[in-house]
């Protein structure tokens, strides 16, 4: 617990620091002068990301955790999106979901199942989108510092596509492989039965998810989209309001590529890479001072306000049970430690 905290405190330095020190004092009066309304809609936009993606959420489960409003729904994002930005490689995002569903009697093989599908419908989005985007960047004269910026991604994107597709199809073996796997490793006998218990019914959550109305499949992927495509307007708007008016595809690629190396830093929030990388892209094209300012403003946005603005929403609904994971104890070891406490 303290080493991620510790990674997190780092990490919200270093989001912060390396912009500071990249932009100096002449990056002081563009932030002065940033249009204040603009900020207020570009948090707006936030809070529409959050209820598109709370409505997929409710599409993609289907009634099976129970009645779930839109507000409620919109809580479970806020926390599962402050737990992505809380923790190293946005691990916390997907235990957070578990603990919450597994409140609302959804198992956490079906809540997996449920989450693959949601990373399936980003994935297959930003695949279509960075090739319209390649094309688009082809067709037209915007010049890109390399090539790689667009090819590696691309790569590694079909490469994970594929390997879905072949397991899809292949799941039988899959599941013997994974079988022969375990067994190869020692792992017990009842021990090797249970965890293949989890996977099969991971695979049925799975088909029963993939096998909604094609309506209901679509209806969720445009929620995908439409969330995307409004979290991505903000480094747009950013830049907008400290006078430059970018190409808003460079921007897209901006934020697609910074956010991919930040995953490589293994800090909360890609930090460090994530700043580096987009300041690196946007550098060339408004300046230090400008760039800066924008990224300061971006991650301030999508990455500060997650985390003010989640917290709450973490507490409520996922605080307690994660505590029982953190430290192992049993509910009635808490509750026994808070009597000790009051008494």
Known sequence: MFR??????????AIIAIPVIWGGRGML?????????????MIGMIFVCWYLN????????AGRSGHLTRLQSMGVIMAVEFAICATPGGAGGYLTLIAIMKQRGLRPAETTAVFAV??????????????????????TSIQLPSMKVLAVPLILMAAALSALIYAGRH??????????FLKLCHVSGPRRRSWMRRILVFRNAL?????????LLLQAFLFGVLHWLVRYTVLYLALYGLGH?????????????????GQVTLLPGGAGGAEFTSMFMLDRIVGHDTAAAAILIWRLVTYHFYLIAGIPAFLLLAGRPLLYTLFKMRKKDVEALKHEHKS
């Open 4 to 13: 991620t905290l510790g990674m997190l405190i780092i990490g919200l330095i």
């Open 29 to 41: 009066p563009l932030l002065h002068q940033f249009p204040l309304h603009l900020l207020v809609v």
């Open 54 to 61: 709370a409505a997929k959420l409710r599409v993609l489960l």
């Open 118 to 139: 949601d990373q399936m419908i980003d994935m297959v989005f930003f695949f279509v989108s960075m090739l319209l985007v390649g094309l688009y960047v082809i067709m």
């Open 171 to 180: 799941h039988e073996r899959m599941l013997r492989h994974i079988a022969g």
């Open 207 to 215: 088909r029963t998810t993939l096998k909604m109305p094609r309506h």
């Open 245 to 261: 008016q970018v190409n808003w595809g460079y921007t897209y690629l901006v934020q697609m590529v910074s956010m991919a190396a």
